[in-house]
C-alpha cells in the first residue's frame, strides 16, 4: 500500500496573521482557498511546499471543533495530517484496520466525483487528525483536490524551502501511539534518535513526548531548505526565531533540514 503526506493543516485564531508569517518566512505564497471548509466554520489558505501543501484553518465562528482545539492546546499549533492514498481499496482497508483498533471516522466525504475524504478521529488518534484521501488521478505528485486540482503549480516557490519530510507528533505513550498509527497505515514501526518512526511514501512520521507543556499534538514539521539565512533573518524579524535549526511559526516547531 502506498500513503502520501500530501498536506500538513495547522490551525490560527487568525487567519491572515499566519498566512502571513508563513509567506514572509519561508517564501511560499498562498495558491488556494476552499470556501467549502464554511460548513465547519472555518475559513482557509493553502500554501504549496514542494509539491506538497501547508494549509492554514482559522475559525470564523464560535463553537467550532477548531476553535476548542485552539483552547486546548493554549493557542495555533499543528491540527491534521492529511495523505493520499492510490486506490479506494486501500483507503476501505486503512478504515477497516483503524476500525479494528476502536478508531472512529469522523468524517467521510463520498459526494464529490472522483475525490473521496476519510478523517480519522483526533481523540482516538491522540495527537491530530489521520486524513487519507483518495484522488481518482492518484498522482502523488500533481492533482490534488483540496488545492483546487491542478492549478496550483504555478504558485510554487522553491527559493527558501523545497518541501517537508517529516511530522512531530507528541503524545503521551509514542511508542503505543506510534502502534496505532502503523496499523492503520499498514507500516512498521522503526527508530529514530530512541523516538518511534513510521515511513509513508515521502515523510516520517515522528512520535515523541510532550515537552512543551501544550499537552498531545501535531507539534512539529521538518523541512527541506535550500536558503537558511533567508529563512532565519526573517524569522528574527518575526519573532519566530529559535535556533539556526529551528524556527517556530503558527504555533509550530519548523526543523530545517
Request: proline share 4%; charged share 25%.
Amino acid at each position: 500500500m502506498s500513503i502520501q503526506l500530501r498536506q500538513i493543516a495547522l490551525v490560527a485564531p487568525q487567519l491572515a496573521s499566519a498566512v502571513d508569517d508563513l509567506s514572509t518566512i519561508f517564501g511560499i505564497e498562498v495558491c488556494h482557498v476552499d470556501p467549502g471548509v464554511g460548513i465547519w466554520g472555518l475559513e482557509n489558505s493553502l500554501l504549496p511546499v514542494g509539491r506538497n501543501f501547508l494549509e492554514v484553518v482559522a475559525p470564523v465562528k464560535d463553537g467550532t471543533a477548531a476553535s476548542r482545539y485552539l483552547q486546548r492546546r493554549g493557542g495555533a499549533g499543528g491540527y491534521m495530517v492529511i495523505c493520499q492514498t492510490e486506490t479506494l481499496a486501500n483507503q476501505n482497508a486503512c478504515r477497516q484496520r483503524a476500525a479494528a483498533v476502536g478508531v472512529r471516522v469522523a468524517y467521510e466525504d463520498n459526494e464529490r466525483e472522483g475525490f473521496r475524504i476519510m478523517q480519522l478521529h483526533p481523540r482516538d488518534l491522540e495527537a491530530a487528525f489521520f486524513e487519507i484521501d483518495w484522488d481518482v488521478e492518484s498522482d502523488f505528485t500533481g492533482r490534488w483536490e483540496p488545492a483546487g486540482g491542478s492549478g496550483w503549480t504555478s504558485h510554487v516557490r522553491t527559493e527558501r524551502v523545497s518541501g517537508f519530510t517529516g511530522v512531530e507528533l507528541q503524545c503521551e505513550d509514542p511508542a503505543e501511539l506510534a502502534k496505532k498509527w502503523a496499523h492503520i497505515a499498514d507500516v512498521p514501526v522503526t527508530s529514530e534518535n530512541d523516538h518511534p518512526v513510521i515511513a509513508l511514501n515521502n515523510a516520517r512520521l515522528r512520535f515523541v513526548g510532550i515537552e512543551d507543556g501544550r499537552g498531545p499534538g501535531l507539534g512539529g514539521v521538518d523541512l527541506t531548505v535550500d536558503d537558511r539565512d533567508t529563512i532565519l533573518a526573517q524569522a528574527k524579524k518575526r519573532n519566530a526565531y529559535i535556533s539556526d535549526d529551528q524556527v517556530m511559526v503558527c504555533g509550530t516547531r519548523f526543523y530545517l533540514l
